[in-house]
């Protein structure tokens, strides 16, 4: 199994073709009637093999590594921007959660988290969960230094912030937080506009698309990053799979 990434992907196109959804379909109303001795001639046929199984599994590796590398690389590359004159950086958490350490970047004068999330305006339910999530901590947490949150855009996530939707929703699948909100709020917020309502000034939520080269091929103005990829045989769905993945 060859472990340059190129030839994963071309491996991986090999069965996946330019389009997934029409290559198994197509698949599908081929496989009707074979028996077990057709099974090895179609497999071949369909380019099913498990060379093509372990590359997408290398592929799904690859890929979670690329999501802690980027969050890694947009802290680091933030910083210049952030540090104030005489401000030190105390902590960093470049890993993936904040192995052992309150949050992403703690300084001498700032506590702050970091978002490099996609939001496409629809529905959004995972990426509210955990925006609120950092929010809400960053908020609670008992400390004299600024609160920041650093997103890519601000517009989606401000409008959530300041929505309806309801609060026992948002808390439902993390029982520790859940906990640490009702012992500190009790039922006083219905909606999480109620809690930002009265927490808005809390924490500064800071847009860092300007500060970050790849903001634009990140938002999916991929065209000529798209013709440099497809010219090596990489099917354009994996090159969105590649570029626009959630971390």
């Known amino acids: 199994m060859t472990a340059d990434?190129?030839?994963?992907?071309?491996?991986?196109?090999?069965f996946t073709g330019l389009d997934l959804t029409q290559t198994l379909s197509r698949i599908e109303?081929?496989?009707s009637g074979v028996t077990a001795g057709d099974c090895t001639g179609f497999l071949e046929s369909a380019v099913a093999g498990r060379d093509v199984l372990v590359a997408a599994a290398e592929m799904k590796r690859l890929a979670g590594q690329i999501n802690v590398t980027i969050h890694a690389l947009g802290i680091l590359m933030c910083l210049p921007h952030i540090l104030?004159?005489?401000e030190r950086v105390e902590s960093v958490s470049l890993g993936a959660g904040n192995t052992g350490r309150?949050?992403?970047l703690e300084t001498n004068v700032r506590v702050a988290e970091f978002k490099?999330?996609?939001?496409?305006?629809?529905?959004?339910?995972?990426?509210?969960?955990?925006?609120?999530?950092?929010y809400l901590l960053l908020a609670e947490h008992p400390t004299a230094k600024r609160k920041h949150l650093y997103l890519l855009g601000t517009e989606h996530a401000i409008r959530f912030l300041r929505g309806g939707r309801a609060m026992s929703s948002l808390l439902t699948r993390n029982s520790k937080l859940q906990k640490m909100f009702a012992d500190r709020s009790g039922e006083?917020?219905?909606t999480v506009g109620d809690y930002y309502a009265v927490h808005g000034n809390t924490v500064q939520i800071d847009d860092v698309s300007p500060w970050l080269r790849w903001k634009i091929s990140y938002y999916g103005d991929l065209d000529g990053l798209r013709e440099r990829m497809e010219a090596l045989g990489v099917p354009s769905h994996?090159?969105?799979?590649?570029?626009?993945s959630e971390f």
């Not at 990434?5 to 090999?14: D, M, N, T």
């Not at 490099?116 to 950092?134: C, H, L, M, P, Y």
């Open 116 to 134: 490099f999330i996609r939001w496409r305006g629809g529905a959004e339910t995972i990426r509210q969960n955990s925006v609120f999530k950092d």
């Open 29 to 31: 109303g081929a496989v």
């Open 188 to 190: 006083r917020f219905r």
């Open 102 to 104: 309150d949050f992403d």
């Open 238 to 244: 994996l090159i969105e799979y590649a570029l626009l």
């Open 5 to 14: 990434p190129a030839e994963i992907v071309k491996l991986v196109g090999r």
């Open 84 to 86: 104030e004159p005489d």
